[in-house]
């Protein structure tokens, strides 16, 4: 019924009351206006509302630009040509440990960052304004893991620009994405050693965590130094471990950092010295081509020294796999290429509605555009517990 644009209209009044009434609306709406046309002034003025010093304005614009920004390409590429990039980095700056403000623009930037025709230049913009170093530092705990999770996200999608390899280097991003990966993997086996369900926390799963750590370390192994960092610090046993994961993406995103590290003849060998051609030769028969295409390059690999028996083996593992069906597949894994996976954004349920008094709406089903499916963002976050509209009451 053009609801949006009516409060967009507002934004620009001269009373900060009627204003922030419109922004919670707004913010509250956003969730389920992600395919709403129409909205290009809407979005030019959220992009200049983050100039404000107001911490509820700064809540409900960032808020809003992440919902709005998900799945909706046109929307993406019009923040980003408005400045959003440098907006939000200027806003995460700012924020200081207000975790209400820093997550809905880190997810927003990971929107900016990847799926639009602007993807590389808000990928090349977050370093041009000096926003990398801030990034990596919101890894750090006592963050929240949502906030984590985003950042982690977000660091994928930088990766995927060779110009952002050497300033996330300095950055310190591998050394913190390992030692997250470590724990998180050790709190996940824990509970399967228990024999206890995974908890959420703070609504994230740590499987979501090693999954994305693994991700971002696969995307950042292009580079060759990057890679050569990834492998001193001796990942590749855990690498190794989470080819038996029953998440079948984790599989692929280890297959994949793999796959990546298995170009230098040293990390080959390490990967073979760790037994991985049993649960590689076994992901061969993956339902997933990305992870079997990526588990026949690393075989490729390590078994170019072999004797020609185990050769021969290799050879007949993939003629009874899924490449019998898929040339390019085969293709692929003997020249390595590697595959891109793009993010799929989520609308991050952090930002669900609420009515004045701060009484919660029915849980939404959200059914987002699964296009890119990243494993990252496969999951759902689970429910966390929404802003409060105290200005409202």
């Not at 809003?64 to 998900?70: G, I, K």
């Amino acid at each position: 019924a053009g609801g949006m644009q009516a409060l967009g209209k507002h934004l620009t009044s001269s009373s900060p009351r009627l204003v922030q009434n419109c922004l919670w609306t707004l913010r509250n709406l956003s969730d389920v206006a992600t395919k709403q046309e129409g909205l290009d002034g809407v979005l030019k003025i959220l992009v200049n509302q983050l100039s404000s010093d107001d911490v509820n304005v700064l809540t409900c614009a960032t808020g809003t630009l992440s919902n709005l920004t998900c799945n909706n390409s046109k929307n993406k590429t019009l923040v980003t040509q408005s400045n959003g990039v440098e907006a939000l980095i200027h806003t995460i700056l700012r924020a200081g440990d207000k975790e209400d403000i820093t997550e809905p623009a880190v997810c927003a930037l990971r929107h900016l960052t990847s799926r639009h025709p602007e993807a590389e230049m808000a990928q090349n913009s977050v370093r041009l304004n000096y926003g990398i170093p801030a990034i990596v530092k919101l890894l750090n705990q006592p963050n929240q893991w949502p906030l984590v999770k985003a950042t982690i996200g977000l660091i994928r999608n930088l990766a995927l620009c060779p110009a952002n390899h050497a300033p996330l280097q300095e950055a310190a991003v591998i050394p913190r994405l390992v030692q997250l990966l470590v724990k998180a993997h050790q709190d996940a086996q824990r509970h399967v050693a228990a024999g206890t369900q995974q908890p959420y926390t703070d609504g994230v799963k740590m499987e979501e965590i090693v999954e994305g750590c693994t991700g971002a370390l696969h995307i950042l192994a292009r580079d060759p130094m990057n890679r050569m960092e990834i492998f001193r610090l001796n990942t590749i046993p855990l690498f190794v471990q989470l080819l038996y994961s029953p998440v079948e993406n984790i599989q692929r995103v280890a297959a994949g950092v793999l796959c990546e590290l298995a170009q230098d003849k040293e990390a080959a060998d390490a990967i073979d010295a760790e037994g991985a051609s049993a649960p590689l030769m076994e992901l061969l028969h993956s339902r997933n081509e990305g992870t079997a295409t990526y588990a026949a390059a690393v075989l490729f690999r390590i078994s170019e020294d072999k004797n020609p028996d185990y050769r021969k083996r290799v050879s007949v593992e993939l003629t009874n796999s899924l490449f019998k069906h898929d040339p390019a597949a085969w293709e692929a894994a003997q020249s390595m290429i590697p595959i891109n996976e793009p993010y799929s954004d989520e609308l991050d349920p952090g930002y669900r509605p609420m009515y004045s008094g701060d009484i919660p709406l029915d849980p939404i089903d959200m059914h987002m555009d699964m296009d890119g499916d990243y494993p990252m963002d496969a999951y759902s976050d689970g429910v966390r517990a929404p802003f409060a509209d105290h200005m409202l009451a």
